[in-house]
């Protein structure tokens, strides 16, 4: 990856992260006893009207795989 794609993704991080301090610390929770193969992820996303949008998805070795790479680029880029 492109060092200044990887800066500007750290940034855009570092804001969201002020924006929404709760969020990391949930994932870091979530983290602490691991994501294993098979943990079931849902997503609800409420609209300001009231419409709710539900999905969820199953975790799968590929997709650890993903999460630890994501996790090796963000630790690089410290």
């Known amino acids: 990856m492109n060092p200044m794609q990887l800066l500007k993704m750290k940034s ?6 002020a924006a929404h301090p ?3 610390l949930f994932l ?3 983290m602490q006893d691991g994501i294993r193969e098979g943990t079931i992820l849902e997503f609800t996303v409420t609209e ?4 709710r949008y539900c999905s969820n ?3 799968s070795q590929e997709d650890l795989a993903l999460f630890q790479e994501l996790k090796e680029l963000t ?3 410290r």
């Open 28 to 30: 870091n929770s979530v």
């Open 22 to 24: 709760k969020f990391p």
């Open 57 to 59: 998805l199953k975790i």
């Open 12 to 17: 855009a991080w570092d804001r969201f992260r």
């Open 48 to 51: 300001p009207d009231g419409r």
């Open 75 to 77: 630790q690089q880029s």
